[in-house]
């Protein structure tokens, strides 16, 4: 992964909000309506053209599609995959929310959830068509090059998040869904960094799963299973460079109380294990804002590279640039400067159409972060 070696970089966790044509046709394709391909083709082409100018203008430097062309960050791969059928499986909400049941409620009657098809896997699951694939890298790649930005990165779901949120009634033991799994995105994972991206590999399974699926199981049950998603992505990941690759780790992009949250002591084996060099995690709201302090007692790999999310994701708060450098402070402390990617808690359209952020102060926040790491960087380097 290529680093500065004169400032703090600044990035984000990739999905941002998307326009209301692009989640017009988004909800149209999850709704298995009739296409018109031409027109799906040209809304998603302008509007990644559009999300990259902006985020230019705001100061970040490495920047993604914005996740433009999926309807989430996993559920997508039913239309690149084999296997899925839709499916009435209720969702398991979050331990955190059912002890505040009113709350909870409230948030579904302002329609604070988002709505969109849930996939089971119920057949083998295979490639069945990378077609979307090739075209989102190459909207992407002609984005960067209308706008002049030199680095860019893409989003993939690792296997464990597909696994631990999207219902297997197929194959008879977890250790084999999550293989086959591991096999069918190991060509997504190859096509985006052989383009020249970067690939970001979504892993909100190795901490958000805790209190969702495994809500009622023992904190040692979770672990095993974890440990098994982290080997089924470092299978996937066995023909990518690790210094291609950014993993990210988060306990759910929602406001909550978050007070069922696995501590990040308890999984950083796991994660430090994970084949990818650099790690994106939450930094900056209050349930983990205080787990710097975990990172400093680590011992970390020296090709670690930490990217902490230095503004909140659920809040219309717009951090202090000064905020967000005596964060990056933090940990260009415990790692060293070049070795420190500014980046968000998570990301800004997790759902399309759902977000809790208005999106002109979504930008404005990235454009704090990277004023933030300007600010860092002064004094870093000076």
């Known amino acids: 992964m290529q680093l500065s070696r004169d400032r703090i970089l600044a990035t984000h966790v990739g999905s941002l909000p998307r326009p209301q044509a692009v989640v017009d046709q988004l909800l149209a394709e999850d709704q298995g309506q009739n296409l018109d391909r031409t027109a799906y083709d040209a809304v998603m082409r302008q509007a ?12 970040v430097d490495i ?29 398991t909400p979050p331990k955190d929310l059912d002890d505040y049941p009113e709350f909870r ?59 631990v949120f999207q219902p297997n009634e197929f194959y008879p033991t977890h250790e084999k869904y999550i293989g086959a799994l591991a096999d069918a995105m ?9 383009a020249g991206l970067d690939l970001q590999v979504d892993a909100p399974d190795l901490a958000m799963g805790r209190h969702i699926r495994f809500r009622d199981a023992e904190e040692a049950e979770f672990l095993s299973h974890a440990e098994l998603q982290v080997e089924a992505l470092n299978h996937a990941l066995a023909n990518v460079p690790a210094s291609r690759v950014r993993m990210h780790l988060c306990w759910g992009n929602y ?4 007070h069922h949250d696995i501590p990040l002591e308890r ?22 804002a205080h787990e710097w302090d975990v990172w400093e007692q680590t011992k970390i790999a020296d090709d670690k590279v930490l990217m902490p999310g230095v503004i909140d994701s659920v809040s219309n708060f717009i951090e202090h640039p000064r905020l967000v450098a005596q964060r990056l402070d933090r940990f260009a402390a415990i ?11 998570c990301g800004f ?22 004023d933030g790491a300007r600010i860092a960087s002064r004094r870093l380097w000076s």
């Open 48 to 59: 990644v053209s559009d999300v990259v100018k902006k985020q230019k203008e705001v100061g």
């Open 186 to 194: 190991r060509p997504e994972y190859e096509a985006i960094v052989a």
């Open 267 to 288: 999984i950083m084996p796991l994660v430090l294990k994970a084949k990818p060099v650099a790690i994106s995690f939450e930094a900056a709201n209050p349930r983990h």
């Open 105 to 163: 409620d409230r948030l579904a009657r302002m329609g604070a959830t988002p709505k969109f098809h849930r996939p089971i896997c119920r057949g083998k699951i295979a490639v069945r068509d990378l077609t979307p694939l090739h075209a989102d890298i190459a909207n992407l790649k002609a984005a960067m090059t209308a706008h002049g930005v030199a680095r860019g990165f893409m989003n993939a779901p690792s296997p464990g998040v597909i696994a």
């Open 255 to 258: 406001e909550g109380p978050h």
């Open 335 to 345: 790692v060293g400067r070049e070795r420190v990617i500014a980046s968000t808690d």
């Open 349 to 370: 359209g997790t759902f399309a159409g759902f977000g809790a952020i208005h999106p002109p102060i979504a930008y404005a926040k990235l454009a704090a972060m990277a």
């Open 63 to 91: 920047v993604s599609d914005g996740e433009m062309s999926k309807i989430s960050y996993a559920t997508y791969i039913r239309h690149r995959l084999t296997g899925f059928e839709i499916g009435d499986i209720p969702r």
